[in-house]
């Protein structure tokens, strides 16, 4: 109990530094990609700065893991975390799991879990294209036979496949753009299902709210049911 009350002021302590973090990795990790023509001296400060911060993910990982008393269930329940640490593309979607510690988007009701699904779920997709629109072009405007020469070209041709569109106007040509083609459409398909069955359940709430609106409206409006006369009681004799 000790060691997991350790993790949660822990955590409460590096919520915002996380957050902060993650949008400066994500700043940096941008202009490198975007400006491939840079000074050298600037490229090696940016080079510099994303592995501080990665180290920075790497020791709030371990550290949080050592506190947790459940290491198995922790991990389980922290996986863009660990990714974060893994596999460098996947860093920027540190963000969204400091989102999740952020006290306001807590909660157990019904408004705070809608609420937590809306911001959470509107990051991600925001995160999800612009993230993969950056690594596709990175790998993908120099390739021989390549039709996606430029960040805009990127970006169209990923929102199109998310949305589950494909015109194939534009398409990856390498491995990597191809894996990472695979990942954005698998992705899509599951925000899709994910955002449909977010708004039929608020739809279905809504319309049982209502219903128990009018219920509640209509016993008022009949006013107290009148009592009815017992008689004469039935112990008595003539």
Known sequence: ????????????????????????????YSWIVLEPAMGRLLYAALITLLALIWM??????VVRLILAEDKRRFVQHNVVDLLSVLIPIARPFRLIGDLFRIPSLRGGSGSHLRR?????AGTFVLMFIYVISLAVYQVERYAPGSNIHSFGDSIWWACVTIATVGYGDYYPVTVTGRMLAIVLMI????????ASATIVNYLNEQTQQARERRMHEHGSAD???PVEDPGPDRGESD
């Open 1 to 28: 109990m000790a060691d997991d009350a350790k993790r949660r002021r822990w955590e409460s302590a590096t919520v915002w530094p996380g957050v902060a973090a993650s949008v400066v990795f994500l700043i940096a």
């Open 56 to 61: 920075a993910f790497l020791v709030d990982y």
């Open 116 to 120: 937590r699904i809306v911001i959470i």
């Open 187 to 194: 992705g899509g398909v599951a925000i899709v299902g994910t």
């Open 223 to 225: 006013g107290p049911r």
